[in-house]
C-alpha cells in the first residue's frame, strides 16, 4: 500500500516546532503543496476553529506535529497541561482531519508510551503493558490517546491514520530554555555557556546513569514522510535510531563537540526519569527505513543551528 504525495495538498500541523519545520524542510523535495498555519491563524484547542480552518484548506494528507513538548521537570511541573493541551490538539485535528475527508494522516507520539520497565528494546506490542514513567505520565497519556483514536477512526471509518513514534529528537530549532528543554539542547547550552564564561563545571541533572536514546529531527522527518508513503496499518511504528547511551556519556560527547574541558557535576535533586527507553527499530528498518545522521554529526550541528539563532527559548509553563 503506497500513498503518492504528489501534486496533493499536505498539512504540516505545528510547522514552527522543531519537528514541524523538519518535516516542511524534508516535503520541499516532494513534489507536493506544504499547508501551514500559526497560532494568529487557528488555535489547535479550539474544535470548531479547527474544523473551519480544515474545511477552508482541504488538506489531503496530514502531519500531526503540533504538540505541547517538554523535558523531564516541564513535564513534571505542569500535567495539567500537558495532558489538557494535547488531548485537545490532537482529537480536533484528527476529527476534523477524517469529517473532511484527509486521504492520509501521521499522528506523531513519543517513545515516553511505554512502561518504565519495558523489556528493551522496547517493541511496538509492549504498549500498555505495565506501569508508566511517573513525571511523563500525562504526556504519555496524551499520545497513547491520539494513537488510539488513529486506531479507532481506521476502525470504524477506514480512514488511512497512521501512528509514528520518535524516540528522544534534537536538532535545529530545539527549544534551549534550561528548565522546559530535553536534555540536549540543555546540555549543549550549558556547554557553551560554560566555556564562554570560562566557568569550572557544568551541572547535569540527575545521576547521568539513565540511558537515552536519540535521533536527529531530520532523520525522523524523513521517517515519517517515508511511512506517509508506504506504511497503511493499525498498529503505530517506532521511529529510532537503534543506539543509547547514558546521560553521562552524551555529556561528555557534547562538551567534546561544544570544546567545554571543565568538570561535570551532578544535581540529584532533579529526577533521572526512566531507566532506558530504547526502543527496537526492526519494523521501520523492515519498512525500509534507516537513519543517517550519526550522534557526533548531529550534535555538531545542532549546535551550529543554535550559535546561528536557530532556536526557541519557551519558558516553561508558557501557553503556546
Ligand atoms: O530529555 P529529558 O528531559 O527527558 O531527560 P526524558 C533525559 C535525562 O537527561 C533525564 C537528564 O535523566 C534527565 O535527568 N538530564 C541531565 C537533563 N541534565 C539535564 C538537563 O539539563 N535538562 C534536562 N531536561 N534533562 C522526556 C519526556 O523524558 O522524553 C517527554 O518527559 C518526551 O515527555 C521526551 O517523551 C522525548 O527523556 O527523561
Redesign the pocket.
Known amino acids: 500500500m503506497s500513498y503518492d504525495l504528489n501534486g496533493k495538498k499536505v498539512w504540516v500541523a505545528g510547522h514552527r516546532g522543531m519537528v514541524g519545520a523538519a518535516l516542511v524542510r524534508r516535503l520541499a523535495s516532494e513534489n507536493c503543496e506544504v499547508l501551514v498555519a500559526g497560532r494568529d491563524v487557528v488555535d489547535l484547542k479550539d474544535q470548531a476553529g479547527v474544523r473551519a480552518w480544515v474545511a477552508k484548506a482541504k488538506p489531503d494528507a496530514v502531519f500531526v506535529a503540533a504538540a505541547k513538548?517538554?523535558?523531564?521537570?516541564a513535564?513534571n511541573s505542569y500535567p495539567a497541561d500537558f495532558l489538557y493541551d494535547n488531548l485537545m490538539i490532537e482529537a480536533n485535528i484528527i476529527e476534523a482531519s477524517f469529517r473532511e475527508g484527509v486521504e492520509k494522516l501521521c499522528f506523531l507520539g513519543?517513545?515516553?508510551i511505554y512502561p518504565k520497565f519495558a523489556a528493551q528494546p522496547i517493541v511496538e506490542s509492549a504498549l500498555l503493558t505495565g506501569e508508566l514513567e511517573p513525571?511523563?505520565e500525562w504526556?504519555a497519556i496524551a499520545k497513547i490517546a491520539g494513537i488510539k483514536l488513529c486506531q479507532a477512526y481506521r476502525k470504524q471509518h477506514g480512514a488511512d491514520f497512521i501512528s509514528a513514534m520518535p524516540t528522544?529528537l534534537y536538532g535545529p530549532g530545539d527549544n534551549f530554555d534550561?528548565n522546559s528543554?530535553?536534555?540536549m539542547p540543555?546540555?549543549i547550552r550549558?556547554a557553551h555557556e560554560a566555556k564562554l564564561s570560562g566557568d569550572k563545571e557544568i551541572v547535569?541533572?540527575?545521576t547521568g546513569t539513565?540511558l537515552?536514546e536519540f535521533l536527529n529531527v531530520d532523520d525522523c522527518a524523513d521517517a515519517c514522510v517515508h511511512l506517509m508513503k508506504v506504511y497503511s496499518d493499525f498498529e503505530h511504528v517506532n521511529v529510532g535510531s537503534g543506539e543509547d547511551l547514558s546521560?553521562l556519556d552524551l555529556t561528555k560527547l557534547v562538551c567534546d563537540v561544544v570544546g567545554f574541558k571543565g568538570e561535570i557535576v551532578h544535581d540529584l535533586t532533579?529526577?533521572?526519569?526512566?531507566p532506558r527507553k530504547l526502543m527496537s527499530a526492526d519494523k521501520i528498518r523492515g519498512l525500509g527505513w534507516k537513519p543517517r545522521i550519526d550522534l557526533r554529526t548531529g550534535i555538531a550541528g545542532a549546535y551550529a543551528a543554535f550559535l546561528a539563532g536557530n532556536a526557541t527559548m519557551r519558558p516553561a509553563g508558557a501557553h503556546q
Open positions: 513538548v517538554g523535558g523531564i521537570l513535564n513519543s517513545s515516553c513525571t511523563n504526556y528522544n534550561l528543554s530535553h536534555v540543555a546540555l550549558k547535569v541533572w540527575g539513565p537515552r546521560i532533579k529526577p533521572d526519569g526512566t
